[in-house]
């Protein structure tokens, strides 16, 4: 249980476009979903925290214009990355907690890879 | 602030040999849990073992146990009978309650565990 997937896997995109990531829930309702950013070799940067039809909060630091999250419903989840740069190219990782489950817990999913040229 | 220190960058263990990693935590919270996490190179984040603060027994999951000193604010990660899988980099992580609702999760810097045949 508590399976978190992710969309696309890896994506490569041209400087300027925009790219969206889904996060979805599989086998649960997710109260609420985070999106990390991680940097080679460095630990996960938090970068906003979405409930379900409520407006992310984002991190300090983090542009929300750049980075657009909608949490539509409460399995779906999705990360923006509007008129990606080269310095947006990263490995983003979104987690949910479950509800009804031990809400403390977060589940991760396996991540996306971001390359823009 | 909350924080979280791995002081061990990277580790090394035979095959079969027992490794401990270690971790410590600043924090003034009283109820919050603690996470070990692993991230193979697959980079996908999975779960290996939580405790709660308000639990004296250690946590254990088959061949991973925990040592939690909440005084000393220490949690340490036992992984017994090393495999080859369990190569990975090792987050140890944090979050706390506070005022009704849950913050977020603390990570520290982690430690690359290498696993000899």
């Known amino acids: 249980g508590a399976v978190v997937s992710q969309h696309p896997s890896r994506v490569i995109c041209k400087s300027g476009t925009s790219v969206k990531i889904e996060c979805r829930s599989l086998d649960f309702q997710a109260t609420t979903m985070f999106w990390y950013r991680q940097f080679p070799k460095q630990s996960l940067m938090l970068m906003a925290t979405s409930n379900e039809g409520s407006k992310a909060t984002y991190e300090q630091g983090v542009e929300k214009d750049k980075f657009l999250i909608n949490h539509a419903s409460l399995t779906l989840s999705t990360l923006t990355v509007t008129s990606a740069h080269p310095e947006d190219s990263s490995f983003y990782i979104c987690s949910a907690t479950a509800t009804g489950l031990s809400q403390e817990t977060q589940y991760f999913g396996p991540g996306t890879r971001l390359l823009v040229l | 602030a909350q924080t979280v220190t791995q002081s061990q960058p990277e580790m090394s263990v035979q095959e079969a040999e027992t490794v401990t990693l270690s971790c410590t935590y600043d924090t003034s919270e009283s109820d919050y849990y603690l996470f070990w996490y692993k991230q193979p190179p697959s980079r996908q984040m999975i779960l290996v073992i939580r405790q709660e603060a308000y639990k004296q027994q250690n946590a254990t999951e088959n061949r991973f146990s925990v040592n939690f000193q909440k005084a000393a604010k220490s949690f340490s990660l036992k992984i017994s009978d090393s495999q080859l899988g369990d190569a990975a980099m090792y987050f140890c992580?944090?979050?706390?309650?506070?005022?009704?609702?849950?913050?977020?999760?603390?990570f520290g810097k982690g430690t690359k565990l290498s696993v000899k045949p």
């Open positions: 992580a944090y979050t706390a309650f506070s005022g009704g609702s849950q913050g977020n999760l603390i």
